[in-house]
T-cell receptor, first 111, second 114 residues
């Protein structure tokens, strides 16, 4: 089955700097890669997603890149702000609706 | 829409007791998911339904866990008997295939089994 690895587990950046979170997946059939943000005491919330027929997608300060050959994808947050502090999860889905999540990255943005 | 609604938000029970978690998905969504989140194992899919029918329950840990969806607006996850290792946050999420397959998560139920 699918396995998703996520790094780093913790990331601390200064406000205004960029943050990068990387994930790898094992199932070459995976074709959908969402990213979720989870704030304390809340459920995960989708922030951006990318499909296997696209190499890069951007939404304001957030961008995601996908390398199908290497089976890895990354989340890039530019101009980080304190409100970006949260736990971020990458995920992969091969078919149907079974989504496999990475272990999460706790992002701290220091003001 | 109020989003996915879960109840209770917190549950403390003693080992051996039955626990029932409840979920109301977003109206019009035809997929419903139950997840469990722990520090050790992260976010795990337990089971998901499509049009009230269980599609994949391979993530259900053991026979003590059961889930039902009697109608499109209600689902339950039951643990009987509960054990301390069941302590976790349980999330319900719903989705509509027509809406970019986004899963909308509820606020979760924090379960503590003593």
């Amino acid at each position: 089955g699918e396995n998703v690895e996520q790094h780093p587990s913790t990331l601390s950046v200064q406000e205004g700097d960029s943050a990068v979170i990387k994930c790898t997946y094992s199932d070459s059939a995976s074709n959908y890669f969402p990213w979720y943000k989870q704030e304390l005491g809340k459920g995960p919330q989708l922030i951006i997603d990318i499909r296997s027929n696209v190499g890069e997608k951007k939404d304001q300060r957030i961008a995601v890149t996908l390398n199908k050959t290497a089976k890895h994808f990354s989340l890039h947050i530019t101009e980080t702000q304190p409100e970006d502090s949260a736990v971020y999860f990458c995920a992969a889905r091969a078919g149907g609706f079974k989504t496999i999540f990475g272990a999460g990255t706790r992002l701290f943005v220091k003001a | 829409d109020a989003g996915v609604i879960q109840s209770p938000r917190h549950e403390v029970t003693e080992m051996g007791q039955e626990v029932t978690l409840r979920c109301k998905p977003i109206s019009g969504h035809d997929y419903l998911f139950w997840y469990r989140q722990t520090m050790m194992r992260g976010l795990e899919l337990l089971i998901y339904f499509n049009n009230n029918v269980p599609i994949d329950d391979s993530g259900m840990p053991e026979d003590r866990f059961s889930a039902k969806m009697p109608n499109a607006s209600f689902s339950t996850l039951k643990i009987q008997p509960s054990e301390p290792r069941d302590s976790a946050v349980y999330f319900c999420a719903s989705s509509s295939f027509g809406e970019k397959e986004t899963q909308y998560f509820g606020p979760g139920t924090r379960l503590l089994v003593l």
